[in-house]
């Protein structure tokens, strides 16, 4: 999908990656946005970064912790200084909490990861608020369909998510006044490395095909399908683009119709 909502603004996006991260950059640029790249580890960036430029696109890397302080208002600077406006802030960078039921999990790491998860979040949001209400900017929060159930061992992460969605949805009251839109994109399965390893490792479990794993959990779904890092990011470009002007507040399952919202 192309779309030209984007065209000439700046999108920053944190938790860059070889999946949905990595996507959400590419199709930025595609549909016309220059991109600051934010993640830890700065290879992965520079990779991401010949992407965005190949398609005729700027591209800032910016090697982040989002979960220092320090290392995010560097980014909210160096954003500034390289473009002068920033237009869309993605959240897409989150900490795993432990799996496991929560009355044996640790607290410690739940802490962390609603540190990195929601905190964070928050704390970037703060930093990039001015710069976005000189333009009427957009927030896009990376969400997950962990929020549509509660299954056993899933609790630490629907917390954290959870969180995240009443951030996004409180966000979006306090800072629609200033021209800025919040919104939530909530994946399901995404068929991506990370999942296909996991496929392949119940596979090996079971004495079958990755193949028969994708299709028994691809038939839960309506389109009989899994969803790729591609398709959510287009969801986040839409958000993020004068496409979706008069939309705020609201969070967009994308999930090839897992679970129905």
Known sequence: MTL???????????????????SIAVRAAAAGADVVLAARTESRLEEVAKEVRALGRRALCVPTDIADEAAAERLATRS?????????????????????????????????????TVLA???????????????????????????????RTFGAYKMSKTALLSLAQS?????????????????????????????????????????????ETAATTDLRRLPEPGEIADAVVFLASSMASGITGQCLDVNCGEFHH
């Open 80 to 116: 500034a200084e390289e473009f002068g406006r920033v237009d869309a802030l993605v959240h897409n960078a989150f900490a795993f909490p432990p799996m496991g039921d929560l009355l044996d999990a640790d607290l410690a790491a739940i802490r962390t990861a609603l540190d990195t």
């Open 4 to 22: 030209d909502g984007l065209k000439d603004k700046v999108v920053v996006v944190s938790g860059i990656g070889p999946g949905l991260g990595r």
């Open 121 to 151: 979040a928050l704390r970037l949001t703060r930093l990039f608020t001015p710069a976005l209400a000189e333009v009427d900017g957009a927030v896009v929060m990376i969400n997950s369909a962990v929020i549509r159930h509660s299954r």
């Open 171 to 215: 966000l979006a009251t306090e800072l629609g006044p200033r021209g800025i839109r919040v919104n939530t994109v909530a994946p399901g399965y995404i068929w991506a490395d990370a999942l296909k390893w996991y496929f392949g490792h119940l596979a090996k479990e079971r004495g079958i095909t990755r193949e028969e794993v994708y299709a």
